[in-house]
């Protein structure tokens, strides 16, 4: 029944598997159809090696539950489920261990913006979350992961931050698909990476100008964005 949105997040993950920030299973992509009221995610422990379109699980965006696929979802379904809630505008989510990311989150470091390739994804640092509670951990750890990121982003737009390092975890990406939501954690990979090789080279090094923060952006995102091709309309 969901053929077409289960290829497409298969297609996903398949695209997080060749980018080279996921070893074995650690890493998943979800992506949604709001109309539908479903998401599709990756199934829980199932090598990319092995995994077929079919494999991947729908799950319903009111009650979490799994309405089509034979295999469990992944282990971080609630946290997605939690993330679609919390942000609207969302229509895919990707959640993976990349080496320099998580090392800023295991740190619990925020990556700062340091220069306009950050800036040209991310506006401004991309926040870690507070501590998990033990009550939260014991509770509903998955859900109250999702709702911690949420919380991260109480005074931030999701849209314009798109990626959040869970404190002592690893990275979760969104964008409006799942493809977008894996290319958003390549980019915070490379901006994490660049951040802390700067920090080798430099720790003193001057602050990012916020003018150059607010150009790059800009440019891409903003209502009179320059970067890339106009669409024109045929005679």
Not at 112 to 130: Q, S
Request: net charge negative; charged share 25%.
């Amino acid at each position: 029944m969901y053929e077409e949105l289960k290829r497409r997040v298969f297609n996903a993950n398949m695209l997080l598997a060749r980018s080279g920030l996921v070893i074995l299973t650690w890493g998943n992509v979800s992506e949604a159809d709001r109309e539908a009221g479903v998401f599709a995610i990756k199934p829980s422990g199932v090598s990319y090696d092995e995994m077929k379109a079919e494999d991947v699980v729908i799950v319903s965006l009111e009650s979490g539950e799994r309405i089509e696929g034979k295999m469990n979802p992944s282990s971080d379904t609630k946290t997605h489920l939690a993330l679609y809630r919390a942000f609207p505008k969302a229509g895919g989510i990707c959640h993976c261990h990349s080496t320099f990311a998580t090392a800023y989150a295991q740190a619990s470091h925020p990556i700062p913006c340091l220069g306009t390739t950050h800036a040209d994804v991310f506006f401004g640092e991309v926040p870690v979350t507070r501590a998990l509670t033990k009550e939260e951990i014991d509770k509903d750890y998955e859900g109250e992961t999702g709702m911690v990121i949420a919380e991260a982003f109480a005074e931030l737009d999701p849209a314009a931050t798109p990626g959040v390092l869970v404190r002592q975890h690893g990275p979760f990406t969104w964008g409006k698909n799942g493809v977008e939501a894996v290319e958003h954690a390549q980019v915070l990979e490379q901006t994490a990476k660049m951040a802390w090789i700067q920090n080798m080279l430099d720790p003193d090094a001057e602050s990012f100008n916020l003018d150059l923060l607010h150009k790059h952006y800009e440019r891409k995102h903003g209502a009179n964005a320059t970067y890339g091709q106009s669409s024109h309309k045929t005679r």
